[in-house]
């Protein structure tokens, strides 16, 4: 499917299965850099992402490695080796998704991932995000900075893609319309969840919901800089 390429350039935090809103930037723009280069900063979109369980609105952090502590680079983060992690978040994706209309058709290529993850983070981070393109039949432009630059000469976003207690919008996005989620029937539609809620719950309805939330650039209150 073809976008309408109208915003410019973007610079995007690293991510591990990153919400619609990435996606939204990621597939509107001319072009998108992922930072690889900053100081690894932790309880972030990361390493960690959020999606809708019986219970509600979860988080699910990966553990990872830092080998030179508090200096390491983005890039240079390892994924913890230990294969707890990977199952308990494989079977809470299948517990909370099971039961929506695409999980079947998309879970062996998640689970593949997960199960059998690269050493490095980025690099899983980056094989999630390829497949999510895949499946959305999309190829955004994405490339990894070449160095670290404070004031980044693209639309910066490293900072703006929020992961706090609740997932929530940057100010470059007012809305998210609400879809069926699993839980509808007991939970308030939650917006910008993980990308794989959409997929799951939407299929290859998702490319249009995406291209239909086009981000504008003009209601970032002070690009370049963290809100």
Same mark, same amino acid.
């Given at each position: ?11 995007? &935090? ?10 939204? =930037? ?42 030179? /502590?508090?200096?390491?680079?983005? #890039? ?8 707890? =992690?990977?199952?308990?978040? =494989? ?26 993850? &690269? ?30 630059? #404070? ?13 706090? #207690? ?5 100010? /470059? ?29 939407? /299929? ?12 504008? &650039? ?5 690009? /370049?800089?963290?809100?």
């Amino acid at each position: 499917m073809n976008f309408t390429k109208s915003i410019p350039p973007v610079i995007l &935090p690293a991510a591990c299965l990153p919400n619609i809103e990435y996606f939204c =930037w990621l597939f509107h723009a001319k072009e998108s850099q992922v930072e690889i280069h900053e100081t690894y900063p932790k309880q972030t979109c990361r390493n960690r992402y959020a999606i809708l369980t019986s219970t509600g609105f979860r988080y699910l952090t990966v553990p990872v490695v830092k080998p030179d /502590g508090n200096h390491t680079l983005t #890039k240079d983060v390892l994924l913890d080796s230990s294969p707890l =992690w990977k199952r308990i978040h =494989w079977r809470t994706l299948e517990s909370a998704y099971n039961k929506s209309p695409y999980f079947q058709y998309y879970s062996g290529e998640f689970s593949e991932i997960i199960l059998n993850p &690269p050493d490095l983070l980025l690099e899983f981070n980056l094989q999630l995000i390829r497949l999510c393109c895949n499946l959305l039949k999309f190829n955004p432009i994405i490339r990894m900075t070449e160095l670290f630059e #404070k004031e980044a000469s693209y639309i910066d976003m490293r900072h703006k893609i929020l992961d706090k #207690k609740k997932p929530e919008y940057s100010t /470059g996005i007012s809305k998210l319309d609400p879809y069926i989620q699993v839980f509808s029937d007991r939970h308030p539609f939650i917006p910008n969840l993980s990308i794989v809620d959409l997929l799951f719950n939407l /299929g290859p309805e998702s490319v249009t919901y995406i291209e239909k939330h086009r981000p504008d &650039p003009e209601m970032l209150i002070t690009p /370049g800089t963290p809100p």
